[in-house]
Antibody, heavy 119, light 110 residues
Framework: QVQLVESGGGVVQPGRSLRLSCAASGFTFRNHAMHWVRQAPGKGLEWVAVISYDASNKYYTDSVKGRFTISRDNSKNTLYLQMNSLRAEDTAMYYC????????????WGQGTLVTVSS | QSALAQPASVSGSPGQSITISCTGTSSDVGGYNYVSWYQQHPGKAPKLMIYDVSNRPSGVSNRFSGSKSGNTASLTISGLQAEDEADYYCSSYTSSSTRVFGIGTKVTVL
């Protein structure tokens, strides 16, 4: 069955960096675009970034452009989110989500990893 | 990249029908038939309920239905049940190839 397992979250000081990982299994990872979606405590969902199946295309929400980088390693079935210059407002649960082949919706989600930016 | 507009809360009694609206612009909701809806229970990951405006994934109850008119999409839950109490989010593809979520609607079963 499809599984997405995020890791790498934790407490980090403002201005520092963190790298999140999302290990995928149960499907052909290289065939699917992948997303990061975050949710601040008590708030709604916010789309963060997407990477195409072959990493040729990447898009970001405005608030993370220039600070976050989405990447993938199809040989390791793993999605990444490199987060630099972290701010308090980046504090959130970060979910990875799969996009169905040639579709535009998130059909599977991980359970999330919590990032807390605090001094 | 403004969030799509949704009512903060909607409530109904068991057995009733409720509708949640999701309003965007011609650059997102109105421009594409790529609206999806997600249900999220407290402490859980979101779950896909509707995709491409009105399609239900396998395993989702037919009490859930979706539609769209212009820049506004809607999710209807008929025969409301206690287990439907959750937060609901719409999402749309955008003209910038990004995605955008609605602000979320808390559904309460009275």
């Amino acid at each position: 069955q499809v599984q997405l397992v995020e890791s790498g979250g934790g407490v980090v000081q403002p201005g520092r960096s963190l790298r999140l990982s999302c290990a995928a299994s149960g499907f052909t990872f290289r065939n699917h675009a992948m997303h990061w979606v975050r949710q601040a405590p008590g708030k709604g969902l916010e789309w963060v970034a997407v990477i195409s199946y072959d990493a040729s295309n990447k898009y970001y929400t405005d608030s993370v452009k220039g600070r976050f980088t989405i990447s993938r390693d199809n040989s390791k079935n793993t999605l990444y989110l490199q987060m630099n210059s972290l701010r308090a407002e980046d504090t959130a649960m970060y979910y990875c989500a799969r996009e169905e082949w040639t579709k535009v919706y998130f059909d599977y989600w991980g359970q999330g990893t919590l990032v807390t930016v605090s001094s | 990249q403004s969030a799509l507009a949704q009512p903060a809360s909607v409530s109904g009694s068991p057995g009733q029908s409720i509708t949640i609206s999701c309003t965007g612009t011609s650059s997102d909701v109105g421009g594409y038939n790529y609206v999806s809806w997600y249900q999220q229970h407290p402490g859980k990951a979101p779950k896909l309920m509707i995709y491409d405006v009105s399609n239900r994934p396998s395993g989702v109850s037919n009490r859930f239905s979706g539609s769209k008119s212009g820049n506004t999409a809607s999710l209807t839950i008929s025969g409301l049940q206690a287990e439907d109490e959750a937060d609901y989010y719409c999402s749309s593809y955008t003209s910038s190839s990004t995605r955008v979520f609605g602000i979320g609607t808390k559904v309460t079963v009275l």
